[in-house]
DNA sequence: CTGTTAGCGCATTCAT
DNA sequence: ATGAATGCGCTAACAG
């Protein structure tokens, strides 16, 4: 491919005159800048940032490593870290783990060897070797997702503990005192944690936990919804831990002949946006998933430029609480108690945003 | 960064050996190749493939870029691509054009700058500007998707003609007469190969064509719907050219008060794989782009490593046609004439895949 | 089996 | 305002 001393031989100048005319416009006489650029347009020159990224130890090339492509989240994830990649000029690699560790490591190491200026992870585990791995390597890394336990390192997440009590709670105050959690792998932290907020918020109620663990998908979600509600004392109510384990859960109740609110109310996390979904169904909570990628992705390529040094900054974005048709006090016969006043007021709320939090 | 001269050092040998143990463990014996391995553990050394790019003049990383990240048909495009291009040692850069043909541009040079050896392009319009550029850089690129008219390029598609004709002929043959295409954009390719499939298999049964361009969104399907099933003589069955449009027809169909299939038979392409649905809705057509993508890749590796030379190849790949709950012999009232003896065959065969064609 | 030389494309540094 | 020398990290080609 033709290159730098190609393009200076036709103009007749240095090669250094052309990187001048390419890096630093101002710094060559007009003409000969002019003359420059004739030259590299007859001859379709392209630079080589391979060539630069050797030379300058800066690729312009960031790397994305989320767990599972398959769920909307981590389409998300890529628009927003592509989003404020490209705003700054850089490209980004994409990798995905398929939620094994392993893969994880094994496609870290790959963005190493070809020298990313920066990483962005969405992390299987919140096992610190990832981290380790990356930042022994002097490279930047921001974590999408959830807290890395004492490591220093940028993070960018939610409050999740936070909004699985509010789920709770929501269910709680309409009335319900029989709710199962039906949550993710409990090797995941996510699955984890939003099953602490739910055990918090039902033990500060005086009330009893019941958590099933399964995996992120609509099969498994139908799967435990369907051991669950046929459980001696049928919950009313369910917090799925994410959207997938809630469209299992809605079809498992369809098939035992139980309509969704009337007879089971269903909550969920990782809501699709609003404004992609024409008349959204799950109450539950949605995260600002682009925007906090896209946030990760200004951390890492602040640090990456020099602009930003020192310690791993903590950055918890607010989660919106979303009422929409799946929830409704329970019905009278199986309930152990009435719905309390609190519900009375929220009641026909249908569609409303209760709000951020945190 | 630790290099290989500082491996070398620490293992006493000269940087050649570390190379070699790297790249041709083979041709070192066992005890240096022992000292050097140590020093690679013990220095944490990560090879550096700028370096390695810039010398070998292949960077081992390919491009992919897609249109719209937020169908689910470009998750699919992704997965294939990475799947191949791991088996193979490639990563992926990854880039999106939001259906723009300058941002196509725009990626494409990005691309080329970052030396990759080779590309992935599912492409806005077929024209050829991008291949073009692509192949004057001298990197191997193959389509995805479709045809590019008269250029000499490795493209994998579907039959899409031949898919849309039948899904029409379906219909006709279940007895509908008066049958309305919803399309995309009339500037995509596929939009415009659709609708023409539809038209050819209304012709030739003699039938009246009634075709609609709009977006590939839920949006614009609802209206393009709403205005088609009020018109004068309503259609009793839609072709629509993807499942957003067919998602956006059936909102449009509730909304008017029409049950589906029993008021209106819906078909689309585009439809999502049957074993990623509980269960399916839609009667329509499935592209298998998980493996299209992959045998791009294929292609453009083969070509990029030197297996492969000579002329553009195309690839055509068997769509498969599933019939699912919306499809329905007309009613009896609106339609000009009463189901044929063929369609009764078919009624009532829910769910079966009528196998693939070309 | 191991080492030396040289150069991939580019930009920093210094000189003019 | 422009150019020459040098080296970023690595490996092909050759030498021993």
């Known amino acids: 491919m033709v290159n730098i001393r190609d393009v200076a031989a036709r103009a007749a100048v240095a090669p250094m005159t052309v990187s001048r005319v390419l890096n630093n416009p101002d710094a060559v006489s007009v003409d000969t800048r002019k003359r420059v650029e004739e030259a590299i347009a007859d001859l379709h020159y392209v630079p080589n940032m391979v ?16 767990s599972d492509i398959t769920n909307p989240f981590a389409v998300q994830q890529i628009q927003g870290v592509t989003k404020a990649a490209r705003a700054a000029g850089y490209t980004v690699i994409f990798a995905h783990t398929e939620h094994s560790a392993d893969e994880e ?21 919140n096992t610190p070797d990832s981290v380790e791995f990356v930042q022994r390597q002097r490279r930047p890394i921001a974590v999408l997702g959830y807290d890395m336990a004492g ?23 309409l009335g319900h005192r029989s709710i199962a959690m039906l949550s993710g792998s409990e090797n995941i932290v996510t699955a984890v944690e939003r099953a602490r907020g739910y055990t918090r918020a039902m033990t500060e109620a005086g009330l009893g936990v019941r958590i099933t663990y399964g995996r992120f998908t609509p099969e498994s979600g139908y799967e435990m919804a369907m051991s669950a509600l046929r459980a001696p004392e049928r919950p009313t109510a369910l917090v799925t831990a994410s959207n997938f384990i809630a469209l299992g859960a809605a079809e498992a109740a369809s098939a035992l002949g139980l309509r969704v609110p009337e007879d089971l109310s269903i909550t969920t996390f990782d809501n699709a946006r609003t404004d992609l979904v024409h008349d959204p169904f799950f109450t539950g909570i949605v995260q600002p998933v682009a925007e906090m990628a896209s946030a990760g ?6 640090r990456a430029s020099g602009q930003v040094a020192g310690p791993g900054r903590d950055r918890i974005f607010p989660t919106t609480f979303e009422v929409h048709r799946s929830t409704a006090p329970p019905s009278r016969e199986p309930a152990s108690s009435r719905a309390p006043s609190s519900a009375a007021t929220r009641r026909g709320h249908h569609n409303e945003v209760k709000g951020s939090q945190q």
């Open 151 to 173: 490591l220093d390192v940028d993070v960018v997440r939610c409050d999740t503990d936070a909004a699985a009590r509010s789920l709770t709670e929501f269910l709680i105050d």
């Open 105 to 125: 490591l094994h496609q870290l190491r790959s963005l190493i060897e070809r020298r990313v200026d920066g990483v962005l992870l969405s992390p299987v585990y």
């Open 297 to 302: 992705t200004d951390m890492v390529i602040e």
């Open 51 to 66: 060539g630069q990224g050797l030379r300058k130890r800066r690729t312009m090339v960031l790397g994305l490593v989320v």
